[in-house]
């Protein structure tokens, strides 16, 4: 391909810069994804269901083009259609208008493109290619048959660009043209991986929108499969800055239903190691919309489930934290997978549940974020899904092949702490190794990079891992704490929605908990999202609850947990009980007690002792105290304080 003056520029420039970020450490903004400034309550919707390909990419090219100020479209399908609906009960949307030829949505929206892209059908590594142009040039992306009617409608004149023309005899030519022609115009806050096929296509409205650099890498099994090729995307993750997204998804499917490229592991391990992290996304998009929907929220707060009483430590008790933490990951399972399968449920409220969230859903999607805090009910609990800001593998080799690892680790974890801070979460679910606990140097990783992060109070470790059992599924770094889960999922289907099917759920997740929570008082149990709902753990829990179970939430789990230990805790109630720092412990025993505890050594100061709200229930004057009687006050969790300021936490059963 010739190469003008003006882009032999452009390369000069863009290499330049890739040379200054290999040699400096480049950090993502805490706010790491970009939202549409603004929305209108009157909007233009399309469905792209049963349609060609063509116009399904029309329909997304338009939208990212007319939504980058303001967000205009709104494309329909049945996984998503329900977030509109939810938009119009809240009386944001007020009104829409349904356009059902795409010509004339085009034509009605001509002012906001220059153009058009023709992509080759028979050569579907030019879908990428167009995506791309169609972002920096603003155009809209069509199909070759398409041709006709697209200029009968909007001018013959109309400037188009034919990709058939370029003659790419393959992937590697087209992405070679584009890293020199196109790449060096896009912004590099985040990326995109994306395949040709549906799954991809629905979220390139965002990409556009944005003009992100987006890319497809075949696997290895793959006939497209290409050395060269795969070198180049490397290239592409080692010249961008450290700790930015990664949008869409590693392994895909073509029309037939084949796995194409590369398997899920390997994809976010090869982004992790230059400092990517992955955000799960396929089958909707809509993202140049939803961002724009009550993006102006300040904060989050988890009111309800804070704000309830904790239950009393009781050692003949086993209690179990159910927990979503395998597709929370997810913004498109957020999208069309958790209020089918768990929050529409009646039952919902009713069972203790803990749901792992990305933190990138306050972005994507801060209109459902806002309903999910809204209409959250003290049994539903969040924690900040695998592993942090994005998944990513943090025990092996995230950041490793950035210029500046340590660094590089702190500020991704220093992301997430900002990022959980504004969603009020402190617990983090980390994705561990597969086959085994976790070695020497996984615990120093998390020592140094994990434990420091602000306003971090457990880790929530891996998606079942061979070794923990309720004897030893939770554990104390120094201030944080990691429960192990401990349960599995079901290797067979069970339709979330057979009713028929719900005792065999049941029993399932009931014999792993026993299995797997032999030998303790506590048992983090994840229940598989694409199976289990609020209907089916209502179950689990009533059954069980009546051979000594108790379910509870992960933060109550934790402060039970804590409890129990005598691990360092910060008591977290409606009055910010203060903390037990360790240099300044009233030491006495035993601890839980049935009623009497004893002070090594006779108390001369002063003594206060309240309950877990705060109240005063008595004040002794310090005369050679060496043992008082708290049974008399009854079962719970008492604060002893002396008046030189020695702290104690005694639990009474």
């Known amino acids: 391909m010739k190469i003008t003056k003006q882009t032999s520029f452009l390369l000069i420039v863009w290499l330049t810069t890739v040379a200054m970020i290999s040699k400096a450490s480049v950090s993502a903004s805490v706010n790491y994804l970009p939202q549409t400034p603004g929305y209108s309550e009157s909007v233009a919707t399309f469905s792209y269901e049963g349609v060609s390909q063509g116009v399904r990419l029309a329909a997304v090219s338009l939208q990212g083009l007319v939504n980058r100020d303001t967000a205009r479209i709104y494309l329909l399908e049945r996984q998503s259609r329900w977030l509109l609906d939810l938009y119009k009960e809240q009386g944001i949307i007020k009104n829409d208008t349904a ?66 023309n370029f003659n790419f005899p393959d992937a590697l030519s087209a992405y070679t043209w584009y890293e020199q022609n196109v790449l060096p115009l896009q912004s590099k806050s985040f990326l995109s991986v994306a395949d040709r096929y549906y799954m991809h296509d629905v979220y390139r409205d965002y990409l556009i929108q944005h003009k992100v650099p987006t890319f497809w890498l075949p696997g290895t099994a793959d006939a497209d499969y290409n050395t060269a090729l795969e070198s180049k995307i490397i290239n592409l993750l080692s010249t961008t800055p450290p700790n930015i997204p990664v949008l869409g998804f590693w392994p895909g499917v073509d029309d037939n239903g084949k796995s194409t490229g590369y398997e899920e592991y390997a994809g976010v391990k090869l982004a992790g190691r230059y400092g990517k992290f992955t955000l799960v996304n396929t089958w909707v998009g809509n993202y140049s919309f939803h961002t724009a929907i009550n993006n102006k929220q300040i904060s989050y707060k988890q009111t309800k489930v804070r704000a309830k009483e904790y239950k009393t430590y009781d050692p003949s008790k086993k209690y179990v934290a159910l927990i979503m933490i395998e597709s929370g990951d997810s913004p498109a399972y957020l999208q069309y997978g958790l209020n089918q399968r768990q929050w529409s449920d009646p039952y919902r409220g009713q069972v203790p549940i803990s749901y792992g969230i990305t933190p990138s859903v306050k972005y994507l999607l801060p209109g459902l974020t806002k309903y999910l805090y809204d209409t959250a009910t003290e049994n539903d609990f969040f924690f900040c899904s695998i592993s942090g800001a994005g998944y990513c593998y943090p025990f092996e080799g995230y950041c490793d092949l950035t210029v500046d690892p340590a660094k590089n680790k702190r500020d991704y974890f220093s992301i997430t702490a900002e990022n959980m801070k504004m969603l ?42 061979v070794g923990y059992t309720g004897a030893n599924g939770s554990e104390i770094l120094d201030s944080v704490t990691v429960h192990h889960t401990l349960t599995f999922w079901p290797m067979v289907d069970i339709p979330w929605d057979d009713t028929s099917k719900d005792e ?74 203060d903390t037990l720092n360790s240099e300044q412990l009233l030491q006495c025993y035993p601890n839980p007690s049935s009623g009497t505890v004893f002070f090594p050594e006779a108390l001369t100061n002063e003594l206060t002792i309240r309950d877990i709200t705060g109240k005063l229930i008595a004040s002794i004057a310090g005369e050679n105290i060496d043992k008082i009687d708290l049974g008399q006050y009854g079962k719970g969790i008492y604060f002893l304080k002396t008046t030189n300021g020695l702290t104690s936490k005694i639990v009474i059963i």
């Open 99 to 164: 356009y059902t030829n795409i010509y004339t949505l085009l034509k009605n929206f001509k002012r906001y493109f220059k153009g058009a892209v023709v992509f080759d059908p028979t050569k579907g590594f030019t879908v990428n290619v167009a995506s791309n142009i169609a972002g920096i040039e603003d155009r809209v992306i069509i199909s070759p048959d398409m041709l006709t009617l697209f200029k009968r409608h909007l001018g013959s004149e109309i400037d188009i660009k034919d990709l058939r």
């Open 424 to 465: 009020d979460m402190d617990m983090m679910g980390l994705y561990t190794h597969p086959g085994s606990k976790w070695t020497t140097t996984d615990k120093q990783i998390a020592k140094t990079y994990i434990e420091p992060m602000k306003g971090l109070k457990s880790i929530i470790s891996g998606m079942h891992r």
């Open 504 to 577: 065999s759920a049941v029993n399932f997740l009931e014999n792993e908990i026993k299995t797997y929570g032999a030998g303790g008082n506590f048992i983090q149990a994840m229940f598989y999202s694409w199976i289990y709902g609020p209907r089916r753990l209502k179950q689990l829990k009533d059954k069980m609850e009546a051979q000594g179970y108790v379910f509870v939430t992960l933060n109550e789990f934790d402060y039970l947990c804590r409890v129990a230990r005598n691990w360092k805790q910060i008591v977290n109630t409606t009055t910010a009980v």
